[in-house]
């Protein structure tokens, strides 16, 4: 079997509804998704969902990456050879982690098709074959519209991430006070800063935690300041989740070993794919640090990829974040996911076990 064709369609992708987290304001989302075909008929899907905050690849970046750089070195090539592939890939693009991760995915889909089994079972098999979720309510201006999504929220989902850093300190302490107010104890709730606050934010912060009753605190400072955390974090009664940190496997066990957190978001598109994020979480989990499962709200493709990864994970710490495809208006991949007790069914397909619909493909073509 060998690769005859790398195509790269970006989409016009949009959300349902604005998305506010961070300094972020998401209506639109610049995905592109990756088909690696072979001479036999096989086909494998990759998405990559590039996100300006993480990253400076664009939707056209990855185009032209995938034409210039990548296809020359897959095509001709036996796509099962998958790791010395990757390596290849990495020999050519420098700093381009959304990229690789399409093309990961895509090596992943098209081996679990070609060999009739689920990606969970490439990566050594399933722990569970439901992978609990959490909701999310983006930041807003106004409490009570923070409260009535999560309230709307708290009717699917046992526990709700959101957002604070982007108001003053003090007032977002009291949106947060409102949600819980609003959804009661027994909900969960996690709140992402994405890097947003001074250590003295935090200092004055954690008093209200308790308070609010936060059980995970992610990305509470900027990554230039995580370091005052080491002497702080086992201090304290709410786990700190290191994102924004955590980009490279290096930088995981970077973490293992300064320990300026408990837990780690294990995005495999930030990563770099689902290879490193394995990777990553390999060091996490032997350091003892606790592990969840992240995304950048991406469609159909990368969010079947996050569940064969959470489904292939021996522990996870907090629910995941892979209701992505629900936040969209469009769908590219079937079934599309369905939040049942607060759990996504990993796909049980060959591949991905997800179907990608070609035509849908062409008509969210963005260059048409
Ligand atoms: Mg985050």
Redesign the pocket.
Known sequence: MKITAVEAIPLKATFAQTFR?GTTDRTTSPNVVVIIRTDDGAVGYGEACPVPAFTSETQHSIVELIAERVAPVLIGRDPMQHVPLLADVARVLKFAPFTVTAIDTALYDLAGRALGVPVSTLLGGAFRDRVAVHGSVGWDEDPAAMADLAVEQAATYTSIKTYAGRGELGADLDRLQAIRDAIGPEIALFV?V?GMWQPSDLVRALPRVPEIGLSML??PLPVQSTGLLTTLVGQLRVDI?A??SVRTVTDAARLAADRTATVI?LGHSKLGGPTAARQAAQVADAAGLGLMV?SVIEMGIATAMGLHLAAALPRLAYPAYLMGPLKYRQVIATPQVEVIGSAIAVPTGPGLGVDVDEAALRRLDARR
């Open positions: 987290f992402d994405n992610e990305q989740c994102d924004e978001n992240g």
